[in-house]
């Protein structure tokens, strides 16, 4: 709730940052009265954070290991994450962001986490899984089914994803973080060496071959630059 407003914030909410979230996590560790914690481990978003919190409390994090990470987006991934923004901003119940909670823009931000989803997956991965298997979606008895009575696996598997996100997520939320991860960006005009100048941390990075979201050579790009720094880190790739 806003408190000037005495409303809910909605799109009104404030900027958010990578920064925020280290820093809104670093006043619970205080409020819990830890000083130090071994080690600080991430995915993606939370890969990201790692690196927040090795860059911000270079003393309170002995440990860090960053998984399928990236200083920056590439403009590709900014272009994936408009999409989505782009969906729930057209869904006729968006209404510039200030919906009900009993008529919220349920299909705009199912599309969008589909649109995320595939980018979660490897075409390895995604072929390896569903092919060009197709199913049923027509269950009235056991007449032959048509073309128009089948559904490609993949595109069943994305619909639930979708449908299922809906329900535990918000549209405006999903509009703030994304726009928090494009803006992350430990690269700048000064490079990712004069971000990363003061990590005392040991860390891991870890990759995968068939990530094609965050690249290994994005992730390679972190642990080199800590190598150059002659920083304790390592460079984990995993097929």
């Not at 006729?92 to 199912?110: I, K, Q």
């Not at 991860?181 to 004069?194: A, N, S, T, Y």
């Amino acid at each position: 709730i806003n408190p000037e407003t005495k409303k809910e914030y909605r799109l009104n909410f404030p900027v958010l940052t990578i920064s925020d979230i280290v820093n809104a996590q670093k006043m619970l560790f205080k409020k819990l009265e830890i000083e130090k914690v071994k080690i600080i481990i991430g995915g993606s978003m939370g890969g990201m954070q790692a690196l927040q919190w090795i860059i911000e409390f270079p003393s309170f994090v002995e440990r860090a290991m960053i998984i399928a990470a990236t200083p920056q987006h590439s403009a590709q991934t900014i272009a994936f994450n408009e999409v989505g923004r782009t969906s729930i901003k057209g869904d006729p119940r968006w209404n510039n962001g200030d919906y009900s909670h009993d008529s919220r823009p349920e299909t705009g931000l199912a599309v969008a986490r589909m649109m995320a989803h595939i980018t979660y997956l490897s075409d390895e991965g995604m072929e390896q899984k569903f092919g060009r298997n197709q199913m049923s979606v027509n269950n009235s008895g056991n007449k032959a089914l048509d073309k128009e009575d089948k559904q490609f696996a993949v595109e069943s598997y994305l619909h639930y994803q979708g449908n299922k996100f809906v329900g535990r997520f918000d549209a405006n939320t999903y509009l703030k973080l994304t726009k928090a991860l494009d803006h992350f960006d430990l690269v700048g005009e000064k490079g990712l060496d004069h971000s990363l100048q003061n990590v005392r941390s040991k860390v891991m990075v870890v990759g995968f071959t068939s990530d094609w979201l965050y690249t290994p050579s994005q992730n390679k790009m972190i642990a080199e630059s800590l190598q150059r720094l002659n920083k304790n880190a390592s460079y984990l790739e995993i097929d």
